[in-house]
């Protein structure tokens, strides 16, 4: 074989893998959760805790008045 009809060769077999490619994100490929770092989940939980104090603050005053 010489060497052109080795680069020939090679360059149909890239095309044809080209072709064959399966493209990510199919109806299989589910996106997995984005990693949650331990600081960011304790950050997380303590502005809900505010939230929640600042709501349980607010509630008594709306039932009095």
Request: glycine letters at 4%; charged letters at 40%; one cysteine or more.
């Amino acid at each position: 074989m010489n060497k052109r009809q080795k680069i020939n060769k090679k360059i149909a077999k890239r095309a044809k893998a080209k072709l064959n490619k399966v493209k990510c994100g199919g109806d299989n490929n589910t996106k997995k959760p984005r990693y949650i770092s331990k600081a960011e989940r304790a950050k997380l939980e303590a502005e809900q805790q505010a939230e929640i104090s600042v709501a349980s603050d607010g509630n008594p005053i709306e039932q009095e008045a």
